[in-house]
């Protein structure tokens, strides 16, 4: 987005990865726009050591879910975990928050998140967040001023918009390989009771990305014997998006996720949990993807299976995925940063 910005409307841009005293720099800098991107170990430092400055606008950017701390993690990755001595300090605190939240109302978790959601009232100009829904969320935890929010969407990654609609029975998962929020586990019980039915035999699942658990996942898959999958570790994901047919996320919390972008600008039709406020911002349930109510496994089979069975269904959607994606074009995007800007 910074180099749209730099040849669309001419902006320089400088990167502050804490080499100096925050202060001195944007002093150095004059009148300028401050964007700090949140949460970040920097942001409260940097919000603090400017809140006097003069001659500077200042955006807190959170590019998150407000309360993604809360979101536990499942009983059998803790065991497996614990087992393993795979971050075992981190894994009991974990355990120690399903505890915790079996018996405390969420209010009292969000109490203890307010200072650090609070933490830009006041001391930025405007708050931007990944999608409208988002804002309540946020205020939810830590009580604020709507106005001081701004929802601004992710770009596109790729340069091209995908116009080959010939794909091939695969399916595909691009993600992080982390259960806490992605939530592949899911994925692979899915395709597990799938792959029971003979009449998709010939459909394949790719799983692309590296993680904390894919040792896990990988057990999974042998222990059970799920057939038809493939974990092709760290690739470049965009000739996967060209190939296959669907994509597939069960994440129990995203911002506003950059895979089903890319997933919807090569025409692979996403299914998703309904489990994030952005998912409808991105699809439209049965237009250019389907949404299924969050943890409704019997629902997201059902869904999958329909759409693997229909080859004209998934190409209507795969063309209405890429239209569609076309509101995220890195013009569209950089456009509303420069509407900020000039607030």
């Not at 726009?33 to 500077?56: G, N, W, Y």
């Not at 890319?262 to 993807?289: H, M, R, W």
Request: charged share 25%; proline share 4%; glycine share 4%.
């Amino acid at each position: 987005m910074s180099e749209a910005l730099r040849k669309i409307y001419g902006y320089s841009v400088y990167s502050y990865y804490g080499q100096e005293d925050f202060r001195n720099y944007i002093q150095k800098l004059g009148s300028c726009i401050v964007i700090i991107q949140s949460p970040s170990k920097l942001a409260p430092k940097i919000l603090l050591s400017i809140r006097d400055v003069e001659h500077i606008k200042t955006i807190n950017v959170f590019h998150g879910t407000p309360g993604y701390e809360l979101v536990p993690l499942e009983r059998e990755i803790i065991s497996y975990h614990l087992r393993h001595n795979i971050e075992r300090k981190w894994t009991v605190k974990q355990l120690l928050l399903q505890i915790g939240m079996s018996i405390l109302p969420k209010k009292f978790y969000y109490h203890i998140l307010r200072k650090k959601y609070a933490l830009p009232y006041g001391k930025a100009d405007k708050i931007v967040v990944l999608s409208k829904g988002i804002i309540d969320q946020y205020l939810s935890i830590a009580p604020g001023s709507r106005e001081q929010f701004v929802a601004i969407p992710n770009a596109l990654s790729f340069n091209h918009i995908e116009h080959d609609l010939s794909k091939c029975k695969e399916v595909l998962v691009v993600a992080r390989l982390d259960d806490w929020h992605k939530r592949i586990l899911e994925i692979l019980k899915i395709w597990d009771t799938l792959q029971k039915d003979a009449s998709f035999a010939e459909w394949t699942l790719r799983i692309v990305g590296d993680g904390l658990d894919k040792a896990y996942y990988e057990d999974f898959v042998r222990r059970e014997k799920v057939a038809n999958i493939t974990f092709e570790g760290l690739q470049n994901p965009l000739p996967y998006y060209q190939r296959a047919s669907i994509f597939l996320m069960t994440s129990a919390c995203e911002g506003l996720p950059m895979t089903i972008l890319e997933a919807q600008q090569c025409g692979c039709v996403p299914i998703l949990y309904d489990s994030f406020a952005s998912a409808k911002d991105v699809v439209t349930d049965g237009e250019n993807g389907i949404l299924i109510p969050y943890r409704d496994r019997t629902a997201y089979i059902a869904a999958l299976q329909r759409l693997m069975s229909d080859s004209d269904l998934r190409k209507r959607m795969s063309e209405a995925c890429i239209k569609s994606s076309e509101r995220y074009s890195v013009e569209n995007v950089a456009a509303k940063w420069n509407e900020l800007f000039s607030l």
